[in-house]
């Protein structure tokens, strides 16, 4: 049975009622984009940095292998769009929402991440290393084997979301819900475990984890 979900307070992305469609251009670095609708086009294996998006709707585009360093996103939706493999390290993303997309391997090493929401994506291979999050929501997505290593968190919500193997080496949980989660093992040191909050039946996973022998 689906579990309630507690909301978090996260901004939206504010945009338009209406937004003009955008012909697709090459991404140069330092490219501006504003107000518009990308849609049903390609930009895979390309290399650019400090590229801006604002207020921006992505719809069914692929960005697979694509190198982005240091973009910049602002109010921006992607949406069943594929970011299988690209990077995004070094990024600054605030109320920006990932929904439906593919997004395995995507690279977010170093990122800035504020107001974000990512909902029904697959995100197996996801890195979050060294990332800075505070009021994130990652809901209903298949996580698995990603990489939070010295990553902060501050309000980060992890909602439904299969993490099996996922890496927290480093990063204090303290505050963080697990309890929703599906995972049959993580990394994590213990002392980053304090006041992390989990169910009872995720228990046990620890207690194989830390070599514990449980006596009924």
Same mark, same amino acid.
């Given at each position: ?5 507690? +909301? ?12 003009? @469609? ?34 921006? /709707? ?5 960005? +697979? ?8 996103? +602002? ?41 974000? @929401? ?20 990652? =809901? ?22 299969? /993490? ?32 992390? /909050?989990?169910?009872?039946? =995720? ?14």
């Amino acid at each position: 049975m689906s579990k309630k979900k507690k +909301t978090m307070a996260i901004e939206a992305p504010i945009l338009p009622i209406e937004l003009p @469609v955008l012909e697709r251009t090459e991404l140069q670095s330092h490219a501006f984009f504003e107000m518009g609708i990308i849609q049903d086009c390609v930009w895979d294996g390309q290399q650019a940095r400090k590229v801006i998006f604002d207020k921006i /709707i992505f719809k069914n585009v692929t960005f +697979t292998e694509t190198a982005l360093n240091e973009v910049e996103l +602002t109010d921006v939706i992607f949406d069943k769009c594929d970011l299988s493999n690209a990077d995004f390290s070094d990024a600054i993303i605030h109320r920006t929402v990932f929904k439906n997309c593919k997004m395995i391997g995507i690279n977010l090493t170093g990122a800035t991440l504020r107001n974000m @929401v990512w909902k029904d994506n697959l995100a197996d291979y996801a890195n979050f290393r060294m990332s800075d999050m505070k009021q994130v929501s990652l =809901q209903d997505s298949s996580m698995d084997k990603s990489d939070f290593s010295f990553a902060k968190l501050q309000k980060l919500e992890l909602f439904q979301c299969q /993490i099996d193997q996922a890496q927290f080496s480093n990063t204090k949980l303290a505050g963080l819900d697990l309890s929703t989660c599906e995972f049959n093992g993580i990394a994590v040191a213990p002392e980053d475990l304090k006041d992390c /909050i989990i169910s009872r039946e =995720q228990a046990y996973v620890f207690v194989a984890l830390f070599g514990l022998i449980l006596k009924e």
